[in-house]
């Protein structure tokens, strides 16, 4: 397999340069995650890091490589985006909500 030595800004590996695997087409993986134990022996933390362009040429604009940057909050990944894929909505309704297709402040009157 084949790897290849890969910045990490942010977060806790801020500084480092880890070896990390590349998959098939060349490229280490969007999302790298790597678990740190609990020191009281509770479920080990995961810190979340993403895949982001390190720099590109000045003048054709190439790619050079990739780093990882830190993402605090640790999204899930969204997997393959399509363009007839529903959009990550706004808020969700709370659990209090009721569901209505009367929009707020609308009179819900069916006859007119």
Do not use: C, N
């Not at 280490?28 to 479920?43: E, F, L, M, S």
């Not at 909050?73 to 990550?88: H, N, Q, Y």
Request: hydrophobic share 25%.
């Amino acid at each position: 397999m084949k790897s290849e030595d890969t910045p990490f800004e942010g977060g806790p590996m801020d500084g480092r340069v880890l070896p990390v695997l590349l998959g098939a087409t060349g490229h280490p993986p969007k999302i790298y995650r790597i678990p740190v134990p609990d020191a009281a022996g509770g479920p080990p933390t995961v810190l979340v890091y993403r895949r982001v362009p390190r720099a590109h040429s000045k003048r054709l604009g190439i790619q050079q490589g990739w780093k990882y940057v830190y993402d605090p909050e640790g999204r899930a990944d969204t997997g393959l985006r399509w363009p007839w894929s529903k959009p990550d909505g706004g808020p969700r309704p709370g659990p209090g909500a009721r569901p209505d297709a009367t929009p707020g402040g609308k009179p819900d009157d069916a006859d007119g």
